[in-house]
């Protein structure tokens, strides 16, 4: 009889229907959205983990697609946020309104409630705004006029933003940034990528004409499955090694928080992925720019560094695994 309480171990068969999941959503959103292959595994393996995915590049280059494109894939309630400065946090997660029929106030949801939600150009919203966010990400529930409210399962938000454009804009704060496991930059598509977007655009609009692939059911088993995937001990220590390398950089104000462990539920589900129920450290160095970078604040001496370096570094000189 197994233990109460004991880990159930993740089994061939499980991996296995993971890793078709996995697949199959990666074929059919690279169907509309003209990235790297590496973007869209990136984006996979966010969805395996349970995380926030912020996409952060330039105009044009198909970040919103890209959102689009995994939303369609997956057969689950999407709903879209486009911010913008006079956007309320009740516009985003909801409020009480009064029923005079009833005589009581009844809570009307807000576009939060849905299971992947797009917040285009989060940046235009108004720190307010932003924050009504934070408990939304961080522990998939709402309080409202002291009422709390679960979220659907499975939850995902798909941020966009532009990173060059200051007018109009509110930088987000380092607790917000916080909050995203993977930030993607998509770059622009190479000769042949871009000819493809500019047939696609010509036939009108290929996210539309995508089909789901995978159910809720799929995605909740493909999450359980991903928190399953054994970690060793020193695996563990080799992480909290790397977060502590980026906090003793002298180029940083800020290094990795404590947050930052998601790294290993990201290396977790990289390993699924692969087809393997246990995690090794390449899974971990894989994902080490896409989940860190973006979350160490440089000093305002270190203009010439970026966040990628610091990881690059941290990566190099923590002990060999």
């Known amino acids: 009889m197994e233990r109460a309480g004991a880990e159930r171990r993740l089994t061939d068969p499980e991996v296995a229907a993971a890793r078709e999941m996995a697949r199959r959503v990666a074929t059919n959103v690279s169907q509309a959205a003209e990235v790297r292959a590496a973007v869209i595994e990136h984006l996979v393996i966010a969805v395996l983990a349970g995380g926030h995915v912020l996409i952060e590049d330039l105009p044009g280059v198909g970040k919103t697609t890209l959102a689009r494109a995994l939303a369609r894939s997956l057969d689950l309630e999407f709903a879209r946020i486009q911010c913008t400065a006079d956007l309320l946090p009740a516009d985003v997660v909801g409020t009480n309104i009064f029923n005079q029929r009833e005589s009581r106030f009844e809570f ?12 285009d150009e989060i940046n235009r919203a108004s720190p307010k705004t932003q924050s009504g966010l934070l408990e939304c990400m961080q522990e998939r529930r709402v309080t ?49 990528g871009e000819a493809a977007m500019l047939a696609a655009h010509e036939t009108g609009d290929r996210v539309a004409s995508l089909e789901p692939v995978a159910s809720a059911a799929d995605v909740l088993s493909a999450q359980d499955a991903a928190t399953r995937v054994r970690a060793s001990e020193a695996l563990r220590h080799y992480v909290v ?37 246990h995690a090794l450290p390449d899974d971990v160095q ?36």
């Open 108 to 119: 009307r949801p807000g576009p939060i409630f849905a299971n992947v939600v797009l917040v």
């Open 286 to 321: 894989q994902m080490l720019v896409p989940v860190l970078a973006h979350r160490i604040v440089l000093a305002p001496e270190s203009f010439d560094a970026t966040g990628a370096q610091v990881v690059a570094d941290a990566l190099a000189s923590a002990p060999a695994l």
């Open 241 to 277: 090694s790397l977060l502590a390398r980026t906090r003793e950089d002298h180029r940083v104000e800020l290094g990795a928080s404590p947050r930052a462990g998601l790294l290993l539920r990201a290396a977790k589900a990289r390993a699924l992925l692969a087809g393997r129920d």
């Open 144 to 192: 409202v006029d002291v009422h709390t409210h679960e979220l659907a399962r499975p939850f995902l938000v798909l941020a966009t933003q532009n990173p060059i454009e200051y007018e109009g804009t509110y930088p987000l704060p380092e607790a917000q940034v916080d909050r995203f496991m993977v930030r993607l930059s998509l770059g622009y598509p190479d000769a042949a």
